[in-house]
C-alpha cells in the first residue's frame, strides 16, 4: 500500500490529466470501475459462481424475460 502513489503516477494513467476537471474525470472512472469490480466480486462469492459459468442451482442469476 506504501507504493501505491508511486505506482500510480509511474503507470502513465495520469499523463493527460492537465485540469482539475481531467483529474476528477480520472478519479470517477476509477472509482467507478472498482466499485463494479468490489459488486461483481461480492455477487460471485454469495452465489458461489462466476458470472459465466453455469450453475446446477435453477435459479437464474439475473432476471430473464423468458421465463416469465
Known amino acids: 500500500m506504501d507504493n501505491l502513489p508511486k505506482k500510480f503516477l ?3 494513467l495520469s499523463d493527460n ?3 482539475y ?4 474525470d480520472l478519479f470517477k472512472a476509477l472509482h467507478s ?3 463494479e469490480s468490489m ?5 460471485d ?3 458461489g459462481y462466476d458470472k459465466h459459468q453455469k450453475s ?6 439475473y432476471f ?4 416469465y
Open 33 to 35: 470501475k472498482a466499485l
Open 64 to 67: 430473464n424475460t423468458r421465463y
Open 17 to 19: 490529466v492537465k485540469t
Open 39 to 43: 459488486l461483481e466480486g461480492g455477487l
Open 21 to 24: 476537471m481531467g483529474l476528477s
Open 45 to 47: 462469492a454469495h452465489l
Open 56 to 61: 446446477s442451482n435453477p435459479i437464474i442469476r
Open 10 to 12: 509511474e503507470s502513465g
